[in-house]
């Protein structure tokens, strides 16, 4: 691979964060480190080209890496375009600035109440704005300049998905689990439905001691009309669901199906919609859990 891509995969590896504070560098760096990149915060300019040199050998078992640089170093203003100017030379690395307004940024401020790094003897207001000044051409050397203004965590993590994300396409793992609510709800379930007001085969003398697995069990908790309709609306709320929580960069969603004793009815529900989602190409784990208590 060579060209223009190949220096965009390569720049993709080494990135520096930077830019105003309040406007979300950290919350950046955790999102790049779920995508898999080691992250490093507030390491002091004059050890980055160090940092570079192991990590150009090898020395660290670092595939990608991101770096979060910003005024709270002493002396950052005069170290930090020095030493990127020598690394880029070196790397393909890429200079992430993030930004923010004024006000988005003392409403940060005071919601955290943590102090801005140069509230010394200042308002924040005029921390904020002494900063955007001092930080005007470190922002004019970034590679790409972000403003979180208007962006949310979750747009923000997309973004970065998107943008940095080495799968081709998000997996998530779904699990179905049937329980009886005589046991408790399992504790990981995200969602969980009550099939307690379906017919239940335990009244029926022949159906008592089988399972929902079994075809005479089955034949009779679905064809009621009830469970045709219950099915009808539960698979359509999975459907709106199940792409929603892959736009949150879900791995794992355990679905819970739960009736009096998870022997009959919760069983038959969680297989069915097994069948339903295993159709639609997701990856499916099955659980009954109580079905031989």
Not at 21 to 44: A, I, Q
Not at 137 to 156: Q, Y
Not at 166 to 183: D, E, H
Request: proline share 3%; aromatic share 10%.
């Amino acid at each position: 691979m060579t060209g223009k891509k190949e220096k965009k995969l390569r720049e993709d590896r080494f990135l520096i964060i930077t830019g105003l504070s309040g406007s979300g560098k950290t919350v950046f760096s955790h999102f790049l480190e779920d995508l898999g990149f080691y992250c490093v915060d507030n390491l002091p300019s004059k050890l980055i080209p160090i940092f570079v040199q192991l990590w150009e050998r090898r020395e660290v078992e670092l595939d990608r890496v991101a770096l979060v640089v910003d005024m709270r170093e002493a002396g950052f203003l005069t170290e930090f375009p020095k030493v990127w100017e020598k690394i880029r030379k070196r790397i393909a690395a890429k200079l992430i600035f993030l930004e923010a307004s004024d006000d988005a940024l003392i409403k940060r401020f005071s919601e955290s109440r943590r102090p801005h790094p140069l509230s010394r003897k200042k308002s924040v207001i005029e921390a904020v704005r002494l900063e955007r000044e001092r930080l005007k051409d470190i922002k004019k050397m970034a590679d790409e300049v972000i403003d979180t203004t208007e962006i949310t965590i979750n747009h923000l993590k997309t973004l970065l998905r998107r943008s940095f994300s080495k799968r081709k396409s998000q997996k998530m793992q779904i699990s179905v689990v049937s329980f009886g609510y005589k046991y408790g709800i399992p504790m990981d379930s995200d969602l969980v439905f009550d099939t307690r007001f379906l017919p239940n085969p335990f009244y029926i003398d022949e159906m008592r001691d089988k399972t929902g697995r079994n075809q005479k069990v089955k034949e009779y908790v679905l064809k009621a009309p009830e469970t045709k309709k219950f099915l009808g609306e539960l698979y359509r709320f999975i459907d709106f669901m199940v792409p929603n929580f892959l736009e949150e960069d879900k791995s794992y969603l355990t679905i819970a199906c739960g009736c009096t004793g998870g022997k009959h009815r919760s069983v038959i529900i969680a297989e069915g919609l097994k069948e339903y989602l295993r159709k639609k190409k997701y990856d499916i784990r099955i659980y009954h859990r109580d079905i031989y208590k």
